[in-house]
């Protein structure tokens, strides 16, 4: 009794001796962590603070913002929910099942975020372009890839799958296989255990990783250029104005794309909080 008793008061005596250590610790971490968010805000503010009200509302009006902007919002969800039909049920496979070769597949899909984005562009121009396989099956079906939507969603979605396909990985990592395991004795398909456990589950971390491709798309801009430098996208539009006119002229367009993606995410995340105060 006595020997748990000098024990805790040593436990005691030693946190009480390491608590200012940690307290200055933890005050360097934060000042560290403040100089980070600095680095990432400061920018951002910067567009605002010079960019004059009356230029991006100009620049709001114009057809052509107006144009681009929605063609790289509705090009990257389109991108992302087509691959979004293979991706999460191949992140389901990559957490639930061992396989030859799987660290090699893991760095496969890693590739692309690595990988430069103009190398990514002229790689996808390689299999896409007029003379190759699937080019020329796509202009036998009566449609073109590249200098098209169809090639921008393949650009957007080569350099943010990675996104979807490890964030999915993640959450249905975090599913617990014995409730898989309950659903399958009692008689629950493998498909229906997917649909009714698994996913459900780890929707947070699915969805998470749908905004993040979403997203990712949104800001390509490499990959994109090469394969569709026309329809322009808003990243392309901002570069062309940027050479063309100077900062000036292309900056009032990049708060205004700016603040259209802050509040799409916003809102996304609102409802994605809401559905969980729901479901608690």
């Avoid at 389109?78 to 691959?83: H, R």
């Avoid at 498909?191 to 979403?214: D, E, H, N």
Wanted: hydrophobic fraction near 60%; proline fraction near 5%; charged fraction near 10%.
């Amino acid at each position: 009794m006595n020997s748990g008793v000098n024990m805790m008061r040593a436990i005691h005596i030693t946190t009480a001796r390491a608590g200012p250590a940690f307290s200055w610790l933890h005050l360097a971490f934060t000042a560290l962590g403040g100089l980070v968010l600095l680095f990432i805000v400061a920018p951002l503010l910067g567009i605002y603070l010079n960019s004059a009200p009356a230029d991006v509302l100009s620049a709001a009006k114009e057809s052509e913002v107006q144009q681009s902007i929605w063609l790289t919002l509705w090009v990257s969800m389109a991108a992302t929910l087509a691959f979004a039909i293979a991706c999460i049920p191949f992140a389901y496979i990559l957490a639930r099942k061992d396989f030859p070769l799987k660290g090699l597949v893991s760095g496969i899909i890693d590739l692309p975020v690595i990988v430069p984005h103009s190398v990514a562009g002229i790689a996808i121009l390689s299999i896409f372009a007029r003379d190759t396989l699937l080019g020329d099956a796509a202009e036998w079906a009566g449609f073109e890839i590249v200098g098209t939507p169809v090639g921008i969603a393949a650009a957007m979605a080569f350099v943010s799958v990675p996104f979807l396909i490890n964030a999915a990985r993640d959450g249905f990592s975090a599913v617990p296989i014995r409730l898989e395991k309950v659903a399958a004795s009692l008689g629950a398909s493998p498909l229906r255990v997917f649909l009714t456990i698994s996913l459900p589950l780890a929707w947070k971390s699915v969805l998470s990783g749908l905004i993040l491709m979403w997203g990712r798309g949104m800001s390509e801009f490499g990959a994109v250029i090469i394969v569709a430098y026309h329809p322009m996208i808003t990243p392309i539009l901002i570069y062309e104005r940027f050479g063309a006119y100077g900062l000036k002229y292309s900056r009032p367009v990049a708060a205004l794309f700016m603040a259209v993606c802050l509040v799409i995410f916003i809102l996304l995340r609102l409802l994605a909080r809401g559905r969980k105060n729901a479901e608690d």
